[in-house]
């Protein structure tokens, strides 16, 4: 029987080996080994061919003949090869994707003004425990980004806008640890929370103040800079420096204040229990730092700048240009060319960009900045910095507030305020769009119920991040009957839950101000929109607008827009390798409009698909484009496959000035997103 055979037929095939080749068998094969190449050495008779299990000696022996080596040789030269063309591949495609968006692009900002939100201990006034036990609702609602009013220490005098303690929490919202507990509760549910800031003034309740007001206060040496002293011009409390008038001037016209312990007067931009800080002093600054560290530590991932217009005055205190000298002085007969948007805020904005960028550095963690200026678009698109230096995140954007009530909302009006907006931004930024908040009436109140739907159709489908006003979403609207203690309180009453008593904002309880009865009388609430079995009612509206939203062509698709009529508008969401999304709004409320949008625009394809209407709701239905219809008040949603890159609206020559995007982003082939 040869080797072989017995080696198979054995189960001990190295005995059977060894008993042919010698005493020492490793030896032998060693020997062997030296000579592999060589096979007549150890002529292949005394080689067992290969076998399962063999031991590594014979293995070793074939593992050396030429056409292994080479073999091995390719295989490993295949090997090292695949690795060197993925390595690149994944170089090329990090290269080549965009960088992952942030959460204040992909969520809608919403705006919780912690007073009337919940309240969880019946107190009358909302808190943090309430806001925590409503966590669900966001989550429901799509969005996971929430900025909250201040909640610091605060007399209150303009609800939390006046700080006496910037790093505790004022005991009507809770302590500090529910502070944490929600931070951490939102962060463990992958949400984001942004917090006021309040850098133009403290409330005269500060200790600051405290010491800087009172000549023989212990501390009076270290604070007394702290704010904007000056001297009467006549010694008295009637001389008073100069015209700058409070922005709050139906309550107290002149922003000065005198102090009797000082002898001097003192400068407050709003209500005089909020002296302004003057930031002119290192010290000052250094104390505004400090207390976005301590926020940041403490996990809070970004800020809302109040009032950053004005954090500077001029030092010359020159008496700003009065607009009508016939009438008498107020804020709004005066120019504020000394007292706002003075050039050194930008070095300081910018400044704390620094700062929060360091507060980024961990992966995932991003401290987000929006500052918060009204004024012509140019000065407030300056707080996005430049390419070079830059400063907010978003600078808020008001142009729609500002657009004024509904009949100014025109296809015309809203085209031209999309327009300066994103012609304004600098290049490459992020828009937002707001269209109400606690400093403005409601929506509703301004524009009606009808426009309203359109408003929020249209800011949840322009590039860029819209802002929700607690509320907005289920189309709350003023309650005149409140307290006229501040001229703001009708759009700051309590959320409405449901339509039981006090609306679920509290169960017995006075609230703060009083619940607005339409959480009855005409189903605004949320338990009620809910449960509604209506794809249009405004919380529907808000849900679905939300989700589409979260469409990659409207999240990062260039806006393009279309056409504007006093009537209507036409914009589009387009992004190379996804279908387009044409958004059609009819803003009068009486007449129906038809277009033949291929006369207009021929590189659109015959018809599209249609995907939503404010109000009808959702459909799959064909929409020729040569005879679009849009019913009064209504805002229609289509989509459509584009015939060929060169269709793409932002490739019209004529377009030019009417497409934008912060970054141009395609689908490949593959289906992966990549920068173009
Ligand atoms: C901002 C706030 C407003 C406040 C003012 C003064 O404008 O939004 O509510 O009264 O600053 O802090
Ligand atoms: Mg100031």
């Not at 992020?430 to 249209?458: C, F, M, Y």
């Not at 932002?650 to 000035?657: L, V």
Request: aromatic share 12%.
């Amino acid at each position: 029987m040869s080797v072989e055979n017995r080696a198979y037929e054995n189960d001990v095939p190295v005995t059977s080996f060894s008993t042919t080749v010698g005493d020492d068998p490793y030896e032998e094969v060693q020997l062997g080994f030296e000579k592999a190449d060589v096979e007549s050495s150890v002529g292949s008779s005394q080689i067992p061919k290969p076998y399962a299990g063999m031991p590594k000696e014979i293995l070793l022996h074939y593992s050396r003949r030429r056409h292994f080596v080479w073999a091995r040789n390719i295989l490993t030269g295949a090997v090292i090869l695949t690795i060197l063309i993925l390595f690149s591949m994944v170089i090329a495609l990090i290269a080549v994707s965009p960088a992952c968006q942030y959460y204040w692009q992909t969520s809608p900002i919403y705006q919780v003004y912690p007073k009337s939100f919940r309240d969880s201990d019946n107190d009358g006034t909302g808190d943090l425990k309430g806001i925590q036990g409503k966590l669900d609702y966001f989550e429901n609602l799509g969005v996971t980004t929430i900025w909250l009013n201040p909640v610091y220490k605060s007399p209150q005098k303009d609800n939390g806008y006046d700080i006496e303690d910037y790093r505790d929490i004022d005991p009507l919202f809770g302590t500090l640890q529910d502070m944490e507990d929600l931070i951490n509760e939102m962060h463990n549910r992958g949400m984001k929370i942004i917090m006021d800031f309040v850098p133009n003034h403290s409330s005269d309740q500060h200790q600051w103040f405290n010491a800087s007001s009172n000549p023989s206060h212990p501390d009076h040496e270290t604070f007394k800079d702290y704010y904007i002293w000056v001297n009467s011009t006549n010694g008295t409390s009637a001389g008073t420096p100069n015209n700058w008038q409070s922005v709050f001037s139906d309550v107290e016209t002149s922003a000065w204040e005198w102090n009797e312990n000082r002898q001097q007067f003192y400068y407050h931009a709003f209500y005089k229990e909020q002296p302004d800080l003057n930031l002119r002093n290192p010290a000052v600054q250094q104390e505004l730092k400090d207390i976005f560290s301590y926020w940041v530590d403490l996990g809070v991932d970004g800020f809302r700048c109040d009032a950053v217009g004005f954090i500077l005055e001029a030092t010359h205190l020159r008496d700003n240009p009065v607009v009508d000298p016939t009438k008498p002085l107020s804020y709004e007969n005066v120019y504020p060319d000394y007292t706002e948007n003075q050039m050194g805020i930008h070095d300081i904005v910018a400044d704390w960009k620094v700062l929060l960028k360091k507060g980024s550095s961990e992966p995932g963690v991003y401290r987000f900045m929006e500052t918060e200026v009204y004024d012509d678009v140019d000065v407030v698109t300056r707080y996005y910095g430049t390419e070079i230096v830059q400063e907010a995140d978003l600078a808020m954007n008001f142009l729609f507030i500002d657009l004024g009530s509904g009949s100014q909302w025109t296809g015309t009006s809203v085209e031209s305020t999309v327009l300066s907006w994103m012609r304004n931004m600098p290049s490459g930024r992020w828009p937002n769009w707001v269209i109400g908040n606690h400093d403005n009436s409601r929506v509703v109140t301004r524009l009606g119920e009808q426009k309203a739907k359109l408003a929020a159709v249209l800011t949840l489908t322009l590039s860029g991040t819209p802002g929700i006003y607690y509320g907005e979403e289920i189309g709350m609207i003023n309650n005149l009957n409140v307290s006229d203690s501040d001229f703001r309180n009708p759009e700051r009453t309590p959320m409405q839950w449901s339509a039981e008593v006090n609306a679920g904002f509290c169960s017995n309880c006075t609230p703060w101000l009083d619940v607005s009865d339409t959480h009855e009388t005409a189903g605004l609430n949320v338990e009620d929109l809910s449960n509604a079995n209506d794809q249009t009612s405004m919380l529907n509206l808000y849900k679905y607008l939300i989700q589409l939203r979260s469409d990659v062509t409207f999240l990062r698709g260039t806006l393009c827009m279309l056409y504007a009529t006093d009537q209507m508008i036409a914009f589009v969401r387009e992004m190379p390798g996804t279908e387009s999304k044409l958004v059609l709004i009819n803003f009068d409320l009486n007449k129906q409009a038809r277009i033949n949008l291929r006369d207009l625009f021929p590189n659109l394809p015959v018809s599209g698909s249609f995907v939503f209407s404010s109000l009808t709701g959702q459909s799959g239905e064909q929409v020729m484009f040569d005879s679009v219809d849009a019913e009064p008040g209504e805002a229609k949603v289509v989509q459509f496959k584009v015939g060929g890159n060169a269709n793409l609206f932002n490739k019209q020559s004529n377009m030019a000035d009417r497409c934008f995007t912060a970054k141009k982003v395609c689908v490949n082939v593959l289906g992966l997103l990549e920068v173009c």
